[in-house]
Antibody
Framework: QLQLQESGPGLVKPSETLSLTCTVSGGSISSSSYYWGWIRQPPGKGLEWIGSIYYSGSTYYNPSLKSRVTISVDTSKNQFSLKLSSVTAADTAVYYC???????????????WGQGTLVTVSS | SSELTQDPAVSVALGQTVRITCQGDSLRSYYASWYQQKPGQAPVLVIYGKNNRPSGIPDRFSGSSSGNTASLTITGAQAEDEADYYCNSRDSSGNHPFGGGTKLTVL
């Protein structure tokens, strides 16, 4: 059964770069037809898609975050990573990673999800 | 537009049927997926595509779509269905926005 696990610092200072890694187990990150995505949820608020990456490295990002986001993949470690630069308190959130699937040009979904990790931006 | 709009809150009597809706222009071209999130837990996929349920999701959950509106229907709501529900879709620019979420209360 495919499982995803987020890891990284739980506290980041304002203006610094948030870095998280998602480790995939129970399956290969290099499987075709799959993208791998990051989603976040500020405390008490809704979900926000951050971006997704294909195992080959092609990416697409939320336009509102694009200037600060980099998502990369390491197929040798079965991991993909998120970097968010110049963080502020508004970036405080639970960050989730998830497999991002499609079986046609009009059907997309996220499944499964990692358990999430809380990142707090504070000095 | 890449926005998806959901009613903030919906309530249903135990055992009755409830429909949660998601509106957006992108839904005319792309199907929605639906996620259930209980407090302190990660979201769980409940419906994707035309009306597909992942393994383990009860058949009281179903999905439909018409024009710019996607719907998640729970037929015979149970107490354990009380949760936040989010829709998600793709837009023409390749983005994948989520709706604002609907808090479902089972009375």
């Amino acid at each position: 059964q495919l499982q995803l696990q987020e890891s990284g610092p739980g506290l980041v200072k304002p203006s610094e770069t948030l870095s998280l890694t998602c480790t995939v187990s129970g399956g290969s990150i290099s499987s075709s037809s799959y993208y791998w995505g990051w989603i976040r949820q500020p405390p008490g608020k809704g979900l926000e898609w951050i971006g997704s990456i294909y195992y080959s490295g092609s990416t697409y990002y939320n336009p509102s975050l694009k200037s600060r986001v980099t998502i990369s993949v390491d197929t040798s470690k079965n991991q993909f990573s998120l970097k968010l630069s110049s963080v502020t308190a508004a970036d405080t959130a639970v960050y989730y990673c998830a497999r991002h699937r499609s079986d046609s040009s009009s059907i997309f979904w996220f499944d499964p999800w990692g358990q999430g990790t809380l990142v707090t931006v504070s000095s | 537009s890449s926005e998806l709009t959901q009613d903030p809150a919906v309530s249903v009597a135990l055992g009755q049927t409830v429909r949660i809706t998601c509106q957006g222009d992108s839904l005319r071209s792309y199907y929605a997926s639906w996620y259930q999130q209980k407090p302190g837990q990660a979201p769980v996929l409940v419906i994707y595509g035309k009306n597909n349920r992942p393994s383990g999701i009860p058949d009281r959950f179903s999905g439909s779509s018409s024009g710019n509106t996607a719907s998640l229907t729970i037929t015979g709501a149970q107490a354990e269905d009380e949760a936040d529900y989010y829709c998600n879709s793709r837009d023409s620019s390749g983005n994948h926005p989520f709706g604002g979420g609907t808090k479902l209360t089972v009375l």
